[in-house]
């Protein structure tokens, strides 16, 4: 079975700055995705950014990007220019190539932004 | 609105009482999944729809608990004989079939009394 572990319950970062959330993973698998995803405190589950396992280059989308190192297994995410807005629950999230496509998710990384 | 909707929102309920929740998926989705999220945890995968054809089901997912979705379109979930072990939130996704991108509803948070 897949696994996904967040190892840093809560960060912090002061508005302007960047952070960087670590996720490690755990599969048996060659072909897959990995999400990030973010719960703001109204709860409803956003999508910040994908990346496709066969896909070497790493995903970015504007001031989100990610650190895929697929053979140690790991899928940070790094947010720059850190803002008030971004203060949320983020999960990192692994997903089958086929089949029911069903999301495994890590525990979350609280992440606190200081003004 | 055109997002994936969930109803209701909250619910307290006395153990022992019988629960049912609604999604109503993004309305051309034809995949539908139901996980549960504890406090401070992750969410955790429930069950599974193809339309209306339940595809997967959770060890999580003990004989009180049943989902349906009837016509394909939207879906219930009932807890039966509640216990205090299953207050949490409810969370709804919808994705389309060969499209990566789930996305989820507001859920429905579950206190048991």
Not at chain 1, 1 to 16: F, G, L, N, R, Y
Not at chain 1, 93 to 101: I, M, S
Not at chain 2, 61 to 84: H, V, Y
Request: contains cysteine; positive net charge; hydrophobic residues 30%.
């Amino acid at each position: 079975a897949q696994t996904v572990t967040q190892s840093q319950p809560e960060m912090s970062v002061q508005e302007a700055e960047t952070v960087t959330l670590s996720c490690t993973y755990d599969t048996s698998e060659s072909d897959y995705y990995l999400f990030w995803y973010k719960q703001p405190p109204s709860r409803q589950m956003i999508l910040v950014i994908r990346q496709e396992a066969y896909k070497q280059q790493n995903a970015t989308e504007n001031r989100f990007s990610v650190n895929f190192q697929k053979a140690a297994k790991s899928f940070s995410l790094k947010i720059s220019d850190s803002q008030l807005g971004d203060a949320a629950m983020y999960f990192c999230a692994y997903r089958r190539l086929w089949g029911a496509q069903k999301l495994v998710f890590g525990q979350g990384t609280r992440l606190t932004i200081n003004p | 609105d055109t997002g994936v909707s969930q109803d209701p929102r909250h619910k307290i309920t006395k153990r022992g009482q019988n629960v049912t929740f609604r999604c109503d998926p993004i309305s051309e989705h034809n995949r539908l999944y139901w996980y549960r999220q504890t406090l401070g945890q992750g969410p955790e995968f429930l069950t599974y729809f193809q339309n209306e054809a339940q595809l997967e089901k959770s060890r999580l997912l003990s004989d009180r608990f049943s989902a349906e979705r009837p016509k394909g379109s939207f879906s219930t979930l009932e807890i039966q004989r509640t216990e205090q072990g299953d207050s949490a939130m409810y969370l709804c996704a919808s994705s389309l079939e060969r499209v990566t991108e789930a996305f989820f509803g507001q859920g429905t948070r579950l206190t048991v009394v």
